[in-house]
């Protein structure tokens, strides 16, 4: 009888440990889940890896980032053509077996965006579309691969008919690069990515 | 103005030469499991507005016009077909991983809200491709429904032993 009590006792405290650490993991998946559901939320940090692999994608989409904060679309043009050609060298195999499906099927993606951004010179607004796309693109890659700077993920209610949308950062200073200089400080950090 | 004669010529051998050249390729005859009604069980109403709106530029099935008989025209159609089919083919979509599905379902539908798609120069010529109000906002809607769902379930969030640790 006291056996069964003991081992009764250890088996609820195994679960009960379990369940923390399940508590845990749930938390990191709601974490990324409600950067799209509940928007208004703000988000705690995330920690990733110290990695230089994806810097040039890094560079790239944020000048691509400036360029339409600035609305300047030709410029927008040419960073992403430059950020389609840091996708096209980027080397998968480099990187964990576990990881590479995905992290082909977010190349993939994003490379289809930049490339529609860099045709699309001259028409902002469809620019603009597809980067909001390829943010979260780039925000699902660093969080596998790692970065080398801390990005601030800022969150515009607004965007697409309130629909809202998400952006990458250097910066925690608001520069709205969906509505540029008609809506310059629109926006809020929602969550911060911090390198380990 | 002797040599218009000749170059007239030629000019009409080659507008022969090429009625050979072949077109009318994007044709088959199954719908694929693939397929994006079969891939979502699309309703038969949706599916039509669909296969007469979309389909004929967006999938493996080209409903051909007369006219595509006729070179250097049909040369051109089949350029467009193959442009739109590598932008989005629904004859395929279910190929597509969670990602790509999702981001061609957004796409889809900031082109049809803002009336980009169809393309205005095609349904000047194919009346019946218009979105009625209605249907636009239909397909719309249902459109939104099924990018939730692929949120939901996209399977490709990155997952919780790639983030070191939350703060």
């Given at each position: 009888?006291?056996?069964?009590?003991?081992?009764?006792?250890?088996?609820?405290?195994?679960?009960?440990?379990?369940?923390?650490?399940?508590?845990?993991?749930?938390?990191?998946?709601?974490?990324?889940?409600?950067?799209?559901a509940?928007?208004?939320?703000?988000?705690?940090?995330?920690?990733?890896?110290?990695?230089?692999?994806?810097?040039?994608?890094?560079?790239?989409?944020?000048?691509?980032?400036?360029?339409?904060?600035?609305?300047?679309?030709n410029?927008?043009?040419?960073?992403?053509?430059?950020?389609?050609?840091?996708?096209?060298?980027?080397?998968?195999?480099?990187?964990?077996?576990?990881?590479?499906?995905?992290?082909?099927?977010?190349?993939?993606?994003?490379?289809?965006?930049?490339?529609?951004?860099?045709?699309?010179?001259?028409?902002?607004?469809?620019?603009?579309?597809?980067?909001?796309?390829?943010?979260?693109?780039?925000?699902?890659?660093?969080?596998?691969?790692?970065?080398?700077?801390?990005?601030?993920?800022?969150?515009?209610?607004?965007?697409?008919?309130?629909?809202?949308?998400?952006?990458?950062?250097?910066s925690r200073?608001?520069?709205?690069?969906?509505?540029?200089?008609?809506?310059?400080?629109?926006?809020?950090?929602?969550?911060?990515?911090?390198?380990? | 103005?002797?040599?218009?004669?000749?170059?007239?010529?030629?000019?009409?051998?080659?507008?022969?030469?090429?009625?050979?050249?072949?077109?009318?390729?994007?044709?088959?005859?199954?719908?694929?499991?693939?397929?994006?009604?079969?891939?979502?069980?699309?309703?038969?109403q949706?599916?039509?507005?669909?296969?007469?709106?979309?389909?004929?530029?967006?999938?493996?099935?080209?409903?051909?016009?007369?006219?595509?008989w006729?070179?250097?025209?049909?040369?051109?159609?089949?350029?467009?077909?193959?442009?739109?089919?590598?932008?989005?083919?629904?004859?395929?979509?279910?190929?597509?991983?969670?990602?790509?599905?999702?981001?061609?379902?957004?796409?889809?539908?900031?082109?049809?809200?803002?009336?980009?798609?169809?393309?205005?120069?095609?349904?000047?010529?194919?009346?019946?491709?218009?979105?009625?109000?209605v249907?636009?906002?239909?397909?719309?809607?249902?459109?939104?429904?099924?990018?939730?769902?692929?949120?939901?379930?996209?399977?490709?969030?990155?997952?919780?032993?790639?983030?070191?640790?939350?703060?």
């Open positions: 009888m006291i056996m069964l009590s003991l081992a009764l006792v250890s088996w609820g405290a195994s679960a009960q440990h379990d369940h923390s650490k399940m508590g845990h993991a749930t938390e990191g998946q709601t974490n990324m889940d409600s950067k799209m509940n928007k208004s939320m703000v988000q705690p940090s995330v920690k990733v890896e110290r990695s230089k692999s994806a810097t040039a994608i890094i560079d790239n989409y944020l000048a691509l980032k400036d360029a339409l904060v600035a609305d300047n679309s410029k927008a043009s040419s960073s992403g053509k430059t950020l389609f050609d840091a996708f096209a060298k980027f080397d998968i195999s480099a990187h964990p077996k576990s990881q590479q499906k995905e992290l082909a099927e977010i190349i993939e993606d994003a490379s289809e965006h930049a490339e529609h951004i860099f045709e699309n010179s001259g028409n902002i607004d469809h620019q603009r579309e597809h980067f909001e796309i390829l943010s979260t693109d780039i925000n699902d890659l660093v969080i596998i691969i790692g970065s080398d700077r801390t990005l601030y993920q800022t969150f515009c209610p607004m965007y697409n008919k309130n629909e809202g949308g998400v952006w990458l950062s250097a200073e608001i520069k709205n690069p969906f509505y540029g200089s008609k809506m310059m400080k629109c926006g809020s950090v929602q969550q911060e990515i911090t390198v380990e | 103005m002797k040599l218009l004669k000749p170059i007239g010529f030629v000019l009409l051998i080659v507008l022969v030469g090429i009625q050979f050249i072949p077109s009318r390729s994007n044709q088959s005859t199954e719908v694929p499991s693939t397929d994006f009604v079969k891939t979502y069980k699309v309703s038969e949706l599916g039509q507005i669909l296969y007469t709106s979309c389909y004929n530029c967006h999938s493996n099935n080209t409903n051909y016009p007369w006219y595509s006729v070179q250097p025209v049909g040369m051109l159609l089949e350029n467009h077909i193959n442009k739109g089919k590598e932008e989005l083919n629904f004859s395929e979509f279910g190929t597509y991983s969670g990602r790509k599905q999702k981001s061609k379902l957004t796409a889809m539908i900031s082109q049809v809200e803002d009336g980009e798609m169809p393309l205005a120069s095609y349904t000047f010529i194919h009346r019946e491709a218009r979105l009625s109000a249907d636009k906002n239909n397909l719309v809607d249902y459109l939104k429904t099924l990018k939730l769902a692929t949120q939901k379930n996209r399977g490709n969030e990155p997952r919780p032993e790639n983030i070191i640790s939350i703060l």
